[in-house]
């Protein structure tokens, strides 16, 4: 048995991580198939042999679990004696099971087989494209996902499938809620109820009506919300479906806090909360223990409400990254709790909160990935925490499809691995203090996060809390210094006024032919910068650091612009970004008098070649008396080698710049120069052939930077990337009102992995970056630090000549510097 277990879940969840929902749903038999249990066995026999050998072990596993997955199209898998199987062995897979790093093309492909095979089979076709969708929104492209469930939609109308084709309308519904348009969500869900009445679905049913009501209450008609909420509840009293109606007892509770009754409110999360401790839902948990918090903070009682709030983010820590895990920036406990410390004056431990987050959802990043260390027993634990991780994804998966079977041993054993997890990670940190930091369960304490602030610099951290319960939506903008009091300022705002604002304005920085940028550029300054500019004077300060979160981190905020003084951020201070300040003492500076430079540029064969600019030939050639190049020969490559010889240093171009040339010399230059094509955005780069997060070399070799040791890069001052693809174009269409983004793309993930790696400094680029003054901008950048610049200077100083010409910002401002500016 423990060998069939270990071949379902490898197949499972080895495909990829973030595919396990929908690869578990398309392993199994569907209820709509309607199909003899000998057809789906065979189905998916052919399924699982395109990506596993040993099918005498898929065979025997269908042998064992065939009754317990095919029981009819009422129920079609009974997760809850999955589930129990494979508990019984769990302590034998967290030794055996080994799960490599996910890869979303397998789960595609999966997927596209998956399909061929339901070929004269609608409804099989229909609810694959569900899980295809599914997928899709689950990995953050909700556009492709609606794709999918309009052609399912369509193929259930034609099979005349009622109770699928309500399904789909529901999952339509669902995701118009989720990116903030609940009129449109409102009238899927009106369709789907209707379908779902007339076939007697009543957990359909009470799912529509409670998704209804979540319209309402989004859209200010709490009376309305009410009315739906008190009709599903009844269904899910009738249909005993206990997690269905804790749910529901925690809207009618949102529903009464907003209206200003606190005690029935209480009433309410207190009952919802005694379900989901009963069914061993911890995300539900957390959920009312926020809520019930909130209720005491609004009635005057906030040490009644910080044990309510600290509960909650207890839970949310403690919870395995991946499928049932919000990013904990993201997460509402969190922002909840970083209101209401601030509104106590809890300015530090505000702040302590803020920096724990986001430190927190890129450790949660770094170790989803195949994380590598030097030291073997180091590496030994750590493969052991993330398998214990991965089981605990799917063991939570599956047992939340069977809440309304609630026994106290399945959730017993959940809570055991996960208590066995934590100690896992508990001893990593103790054992080892090159990744101490990526295990670490509580937020570090203030003195020596503010110690590590470089002097003279100020932090600007703006936080967006929005969407949380019956708290005004507004900016809460910290200013953070080595030696002076945490400040903080909280701005209102309208969020979808505010989001509106920063989607345009990036779609503005990404077109070279957009006009009235200009009237974004203010309004964000006037969000952002306008309500804290006296402090910041006040400070005089040498350069601001920015720790931006979520899609500000899209923003170059030195392109914000100040009407009243007609200056740019960047004409007033040297602007610099930093992933997080980390609270672990920083090494020696490595400042050198020797800027030797290894440069690899224009990397052959790739599918978008990189050429030079004559001008950043010629003005090479004039400064250090060496040969240029124009015109035909005005190539990446002769740039390269001149970026090179300017420092008396290494280049590698073409068919030499070699990855293995990168790996083996990278340590003995303190200043690093690729000149290449890098990949951060999520999902890959198809128009140059890279998969997300990964470099380009020489004969089509990639680097993943997942792959880069810690400390393995500790002589490296600073690393530039001057050609890479951050994030896809923003659609002038796009649909999405919420700021919802993932922590694991983007060069701030890219730049977090390399300054673990030892790096100090890494600049890269924001959008696909125009070729000319790009390099005419990097050249003299490079100028600027043989004059003695810092790095932050020496870059301002390159943007400024156009800045102030009012060249567009496409041009001048997407090239950032994430790290140490000095």
Known sequence: MKRIIITFLTIVIGITTLATIPLILLGLPQPSYAQTSYSQTHKLEQLLAVNYNSIREIIEMLKQLQKDLYIGRSRAVNYNSILKKIIEESKQLQQDLYISRGRIEYALLFFQQALSLEVGDRSGKATTLNLIGEFYQSIGQPEEALKYFREALSLWEKVGDRSGKATTLNLIGEFYQSIGQPEEALKYFQDALFLWEEVGDRSGKASALRNIGAVYQSIGQPEEALKY?????????????????????????????????????????????????????????????????????????????????????????????????????????????????????????????????????????????????????????????????????????????????????????INQLQAETNEIAKNISNKYPEVADLFESKPKDIDPLKANIAPGTVVILPVLLTGIPNVPDSIAIFLVTRDKPVLVKKVPIDAQEFYQILREYRQQLENPYADLYEINQEKLYDYLIRPIEGKIADYCPKQLAIIATGKLRDIPFETLFDNQTNKYLLEKYPIHYLTHISGNKKPKSKHTKSLKVLAFGNPQPTKKDLPGAEAAAKEIAEMFSSKYYIREEATLSHFQKEIAEMFSSKYYIREEATLSHFQKESDGFPIVHLATHGCFQKGGCPDIGLEENTILFANKETFEIADILPRELEKTDLLVLSACQTAKKTPRNEISVTMKVDNCAGIVLAAYLFERAGVDAFIASLWNVEDETTKDITVKFYQNLLQGMTKVEALRQAKLSYAREYVSPFYWSPLILIGDGE
């Open 229 to 413: 909420f008190r009709e599903a509840l009844f269904l899910w009293e009738e249909v005993g479906d206990r997690p269905g109606k804790a749910t529901t007892l925690n809207l009618i509770g949102e529903f009464y806090q907003s209206i200003g009754q606190p005690k029935k409110a209480l009433k309410y999360f207190r009952e919802a909360l005694f379900l989901w401790e009963e069914v061993g839902d911890r995300p539900g948990k957390a959920s009312a223990l926020r809520n019930i918090g909130a209720v005491y903070h609004s009635i005057g009682q906030p040490e009644e409400a910080f044990k309510y709030f600290k509960g909650a983010l207890q839970i949310i820590r403690e919870m395995p990254t991946g499928l049932t895990k919000e990013a904990f920036f993201n997460d509402r406990t969190t922002l909840t709790l970083i209101d209401f410390l601030i509104e106590q004056n809890a300015v530090n431990e505000a702040w302590q909160l803020f920096n724990y987050a986001i430190t927190s959802d890129l450790n949660d990043c770094i170790r989803s990935l195949d994380l590598k260390v030097k030291d073997p027993e180091a590496q030994k634990l750590i493969n052991q925490w993330q398998q214990n991780n991965q089981l605990l994804q799917f063991l939570q998966f599956l047992y939340d499809k069977i809440k309304d079977q609630w026994s106290p041993q399945l959730s017993q054993a």
